[in-house]
């Protein structure tokens, strides 16, 4: 199953707070969103609006562009894996006859 972006986001955060070495705790209060909250958006089980990402992104000092763009580039890599693997050889043509109408008399 494919991932969910609030769950891709989620992760984002909790990685840029735990490089940061910085507790949920401070975070939270720093972003003004309550620690459970936040603990929940981290753990991709709520999803975030645009202004709370904003305030957890400000509180954490990376652009919420940044957040946004590793996310992308998350899901792009997660589809990628998932998507089923074709023995397709490019350089083959493929062939399609035209439509030919029949009339019925």
């Known amino acids: 199953m494919a991932a969910l972006l609030r769950e891709v986001i989620g992760d984002v955060l909790r990685r840029a707070r735990t490089s940061q070495g910085r507790t949920l705790r401070e975070v939270s209060d720093t ?9 929940e958006v ?4 709520k999803e975030a609006s645009s202004e709370l990402l904003s305030a957890i992104c400000g509180a954490l000092d990376v652009p ?8 992308g580039e998350e899901l792009a890599h997660q589809e990628l894996a ?4 074709t023995n397709i050889d490019v350089s083959t ?8 109408s029949m009339a019925v008399a």
């Open 31 to 39: 972003a003004r969103v309550s620690l459970g909250y936040l603990s």
């Open 42 to 45: 981290e753990r991709g089980r």
């Open 64 to 71: 919420l562009s940044q957040v946004l763009s590793d996310a």
């Open 82 to 85: 998932a998507a089923p693997v």
């Open 93 to 100: 043509k493929v062939v399609i006859p035209q439509a030919v």
